[in-house]
């Protein structure tokens, strides 16, 4: 990111929180419901801890390291490209920024 704008920065830094917030409330909504089976007793704690920890080691511990990076233009460009980011929601300088990304990212999912 060193040949950019402090805007285009920001703004990227900007989208990959919000890409990082709704990928892990999508990834916490089986944990939410097991707390929920847990709470009417149709779930054990032994159990709702293995679920927990399982979400910490797989879903969690992966979006931590998409996200925690200074190299963000891969992350936001896969998460326009997922739906994760809508198109009309990122600023047109970061659209353009990782435009680049994003038809890498296309590419790939066209050839899936």
Not at 34 to 46: I, M
Not at 73 to 96: C, F, K, N, Q
Request: aromatic share 8%.
């Amino acid at each position: 990111m060193a040949d950019i704008s402090k805007r285009v920065k920001r703004l990227l830094r900007d989208c990959a929180a919000a890409a990082h917030e709704e990928e892990l409330r999508r990834a916490l909504l089986p944990i939410a419901e097991a707390f929920k089976r847990w709470e009417e007793g149709g779930l054990g704690s032994g159990e709702l801890s293995e679920l927990i920890h399982r979400f910490h080691q797989g879903p969690a511990r992966d979006l931590y390291l998409r996200y925690n990076t200074n190299h963000l233009e891969a992350a936001v460009a896969y998460a326009i490209v997922t739906g994760v980011l809508g198109r009309e929601a990122v600023p047109a300088e970061v659209l353009d920024h990782v435009a680049g990304m994003i038809q890498f990212y296309e590419g790939e999912q066209a050839r899936s």
